[in-house]
């Protein structure tokens, strides 16, 4: 018996009944939606009868394609979603780091990176949440490079004092400079001038008594003494060691070697004073020696550039009359004063004292 004439079978009866109890239309419709779910009940439970599928092992099998579908859907569409999340998060990055490298300094840059968690953009369980970095610059103040000034100038003014058997001066003007440079940390070598005055008054010159034998005539013109002028040039090669150069005050011991050329004169012009036809005025005598020199000190600095120089130094005449010039003959007795004194000067033990500005460069 086939589907269909069971379902006629089953209608007839049920119509029947239904007319015999006095059914209304309204409840054979009612009936008839029965009997559609009835229908719809015996054909999904219905078996295979004939080696083939029935409508419900249909059904069951569209299902899972259609599941199987919606799942490859679902995750092409969580994969969709990563690759966009991903694209965007390389692109984040690529401007970050891009505007980083734009901004650094050269010497120094410090970055401090912070990692925020992104709340996942799919609602699916199985999405990873990607880390969006950020990046913060932070600017580092560029270490100040203090600048070595090795080089520095220093003018000076001082006072000399000089003492020998039969000398004993005062300058009253000694004033100089100087240019240095370190040579090591420590030790400095330098090149300076000097140039130093003083006036002498010569009372001591055999000559000046009434029964000298240049006759009285000299002892009346020049009874006070003959006025004399000296000078002298140096120049000077001087090495220094300094105890400290880290602290504001720089102690110092240094060593010198100096050239001197001295002049020295009578200042009157012989008062016209002449005898045995030598006229009196016109002598002068010029020198030159080299002496070395010890040297004690300090460095006061009032900034990097600027700073005092403090200077005790002690000379000695090496060797003297190295270039000598007479201005007159040697048969003028005052002329060969005035060469006793020049040697007697260069013999004696000089004491400078002298301060100056430090200029650094």
Known sequence: MTISTRRLTFMSLFLATALAAGIHSPQLRAQDDMLDEADDALQMDDINLEGKLSPSERLRQRREKLEERNKIMVEKKIEDI???QEIALTN?????FGKSLNNLNEDKVQ???KVVQAAPVAPQP???PAPVVETKIIEVEKPVIKEEKKSKVIPFIGAQSIKGDKTDFETKMNIGASVETFVL???SAGLGIGYSTMDITDTANAYLNNGSVIGSGYYSSFS???KMSYDKLSIEANSKFFLTVDSKVKPFAGLGLSYNRSNLKYDDNGNGYNYNGINYGSEGFSSTSMAASAKLGAEVDFSETVGLNIDLSYAKTLSSGLA??????????????LQNVTKSIEDSDITTI???LVVRF
């Open 82 to 84: 990563r690759v966009k």
């Open 111 to 113: 970055q401090e990176v």
């Open 126 to 128: 199985v999405v990873a």
């Open 185 to 187: 940390p420590q030790l």
């Open 92 to 96: 984040k990055l690529q401007d970050a």
């Open 224 to 226: 006070g003494g003959r």
């Open 354 to 356: 002298a301060a100056g």
């Open 324 to 337: 000598n010039k007479a201005d007159t003959t040697n048969s003028n007795p005052d002329q060969v004063r």
